[in-house]
């Protein structure tokens, strides 16, 4: 974590109650260690979502559909979120949530490379969500920007990457991450933000 552990705590525990389908998300994700936003985050990206009152999102990397369900519950009926994931295991996990949810019809989870996905994927976004592997990141700013409507949003998860960018001895990942970061505050066609919650979200506003 980023911030130090006492102010993380209090953030975390200060979010409403969820509800048992994303307990049920939030403890697979930690029994399994599995990469996770988390509550913190889901609760940013239901914020951008009802203020750019989004009617179209792209996913890259949505795992089993925790950050999908966060993005479903802050929009209407007619927004269609497109989810990528790699393993097609994650996709049918997902697909069972989403039933429950009731939200089958408003999703399409597609298996494969998530920038190819995204090129194969017709039209403007009103929110492109990225969270792929680290090394990955460069590529995908390059192909989500243009995509993105007058005033959408990129958002990106773990750009602080737990400090590591500070190290001395950066690894591939941790390179992805600040070319990625570079991109986002050297591009005249975007106004960034890095957010400082949890492993750090970067908020990308296109001009």
Request: charged share 25%; aromatic share 10%; hydrophobic share 35%.
């Amino acid at each position: 974590m980023i911030l130090k552990e006492g102010i993380n705590e209090y953030l975390h525990n200060i979010i409403p109650d969820r509800d048992e389908i994303l307990l049920e998300m939030e403890a697979y994700a930690k029994e399994n260690k599995f990469p996770s936003i988390g509550p913190q985050v889901g609760q940013v990206l239901m914020q951008y979502a009802m203020l750019t009152d989004a009617k179209r999102i792209f996913e890259l990397g949505s795992g089993y559909g925790y950050s999908a369900m966060w993005f479903a519950r802050a929009t209407s009926d007619d927004c269609h979120i497109y989810c990528t994931d790699g393993d097609p295991a994650n996709r049918d996990m997902a697909d069972e949530y989403f039933k429950r949810e009731g939200i089958t019809d408003r999703v399409t989870f597609l298996v494969g490379d998530a920038i190819t996905q995204l090129n194969s994927t017709e039209g403007e976004f009103d929110i492109i969500y990225n969270d792929v592997d680290k090394h990955g990141y460069p590529a995908v700013y390059d192909a989500a920007i243009p995509r993105l409507r007058k005033r959408g949003l990129l958002i990106t998860d773990n750009t602080l990457w737990y400090g590591r960018i500070l190290e001395p001895n950066k690894s591939e990942d941790t390179l992805g991450v600040l070319e990625y970061n570079n991109k986002a505050f050297n591009d005249p066609r975007v106004l960034s933000m890095i957010l400082p919650i949890r492993d750090g979200v970067c908020v990308s506003l296109k001009l």
